[in-house]
């Protein structure tokens, strides 16, 4: 299983961009790299997922590096409810085990 | 649609005792997974099933199973509980478009005393 690095945490103004990076450098050719939240109390949520394309949807943008080792997760304007444990995770098509670090604690202020 | 429900959401039992927890996925999602999560150990994998069918297990002991029904409903049993069984048991589904995105429920919080 790929391990991922991640800062333990990160704050960032409301209304301001929130940039979460992740470093997964051995990651497999087969994983993708998936990110999710867990605000407090509340299981897990998904938020994007990429192979090697920048991807975007209405949560958040994701940036791969060129060679996947690393990956950034952007939330274009923060809000306070985005305050939440932030986890990248690999995952291999068709495995369905999610295995989170200890994630990005980021706190919005106002 | 209705989300991923999990019953109950709360439960406290003491040690030796056994307890079962259940898992609605979304309709139409035939994948659900299971999840402990303590401050210590984070989220780790307990077992994922498919159609009735276990296709994937982490590293825990037999004191912990699961089932799958025809429904797709799951439920989980952990026996002879032990205190560091206290934990947050999540639950998720997936579905075959999205497949790699599970949807996780609020988890059951169980205390064991």
């Known amino acids: 299983d790929a391990k991922t690095t991640q800062p333990p945490s990160m704050d960032c103004a409301e209304g301001r961009a929130a940039n979460l990076p992740c470093n997964h450098s051995?990651?497999?050719?087969?994983?993708?790299v998936y990110w999710y939240r867990q605000i407090h109390s509340q299981g897990p949520q998904y938020i994007i997922h990429?192979?090697?394309n920048n991807e975007t949807n209405e949560m958040a943008s994701l940036i791969i590096t060129e060679d996947r080792k690393s990956s950034t997760l952007i939330l274009p304007h923060a809000t306070l409810r985005d305050t939440a444990v932030y986890y990248c995770t690999p995952l291999a098509s068709n495995t369905g085990k999610l295995i989170f670090g200890q994630g990005t604690t980021l706190q919005v202020k106002p | 649609k209705a989300g991923v429900t999990q019953t109950p959401r709360y439960l406290i039992k003491t040690r030796g005792q056994q307890v079962t927890l259940s898992c609605s996925p979304i309709?139409?999602?035939?994948?659900v997974s299971w999840y402990q999560q303590t401050p210590g150990q984070g989220l780790q994998f307990l077992f994922e099933y498919f159609s009735e069918t276990q296709r994937n297990k982490g590293n825990f002991p037999g004191r912990f199973s699961g089932r799958q029904f025809s429904n797709s409903r799951s439920e989980m049993n952990v026996s002879t509980l032990e205190l560091g069984d206290s934990a947050l048991y999540l639950c998720?589904?997936?579905?075959?478009?999205?497949?790699?995105?599970?949807?996780f429920g609020p988890g059951t919080r169980l205390t064991v005393l």
């Open positions: 309709s139409g999602h035939r994948s």
């Open positions: 051995t990651i497999s050719g087969n994983e993708y």
């Open positions: 990429g192979l090697k």
């Open positions: 998720a589904s997936r579905g075959a478009i999205s497949y790699n995105e599970q949807f």
